[in-house]
């Protein structure tokens, strides 16, 4: 059964650092995964998705990157803003079944 | 661009009340599901739907729950007696050829409802 890990729970960073959020994943036959964005009482943004033959996918400022082998991605926000606080979630697709969803990293970026 | 449309945004109902949820699933896809999302915590799958029949399903999707797909554009939820913790947020997805030319789930904003 595949279990998504998000690390860490939260994060507090001040305006302007570059901070990488963390997801690892138990099974490596992946087909792909997602990052989604969530805002505090509302649906999911899907910013990036790395099929499992790339190794990254760029959107502005943000990075996602995948080793699947070691069951890791990151996900890299540059020159954090306030905007950007909300909870951050990684999602792995096996195929036609259902998306398995981590915890998320809730990230609050101070002015 | 296509995208998955969900009503109602937000519904409170009494405790043993029957809901039905609503999607329409983007026209050209195939599979559809229905995940939610309970306050504060993961987002947890319940069901697939595929060639007008449920593919898979969680333990989370017992008898008070069923899916259907009434005619060619629609696909509900419907609760039969909702209880308490049926509280959540509730996702439909539908899965189909994505930017790059691979499959992927596309989510809707979601039903937001209470049960009190």
């Known amino acids: 059964k595949q279990e998504v890990t998000q690390i860490p729970a939260a994060l507090s960073v001040p305006e302007g650092e570059n901070l990488v959020l963390n997801c690892s994943f138990t099974d490596s036959a992946i087909y792909n995964l997602q990052w989604f964005r969530q805002d505090p009482g509302k649906g999911l943004t899907s910013l990036l998705l790395?099929?499992?033959?790339?190794r990254e996918q760029t959107s502005g400022r943000l990075n996602a990157s995948l080793d699947k082998s070691s069951g890791r991605s990151t996900l890299y926000i540059a020159a954090s803003q306030p905007g950007d606080s909300a909870t951050y979630l990684c999602a792995v697709d096996t195929g036609r079944r259902a998306l398995t969803f981590g915890s998320g990293t809730r990230l609050q970026v101070q002015p | 661009e296509p995208e998955v449309t969900q009503t109602p945004s937000h519904q409170v109902t009494q405790m043993g009340q029957e809901v039905i949820l609503r999607c329409v699933p983007i026209?050209?896809?195939?599979?559809f599901y229905w995940y939610r999302q309970i306050l504060g915590q993961k987002v947890e799958f319940l069901v697939s739907?595929?060639?007008?029949?449920?593919?898979?399903k969680s333990e989370i999707f017992d008898d008070q729950f069923s899916v259907e797909r009434p005619d060619g554009s629609n696909f509900t939820l419907k609760i039969r007696s909702t209880k308490l913790e049926d509280s959540a947020m509730y996702f439909c997805?539908?899965?189909?050829?994505?930017?790059?030319?691979?499959?992927?789930?596309?989510f809707g904003p979601g039903t937001r409802l209470l049960v009190l």
């Open positions: 026209s050209n896809h195939l599979y």
């Open positions: 997805a539908s899965r189909g050829i994505g930017t790059g030319g691979r499959e992927t789930q596309y």
């Open positions: 790395i099929q499992s033959s790339q």
């Open positions: 739907f595929y060639n007008n029949e449920i593919s898979e």
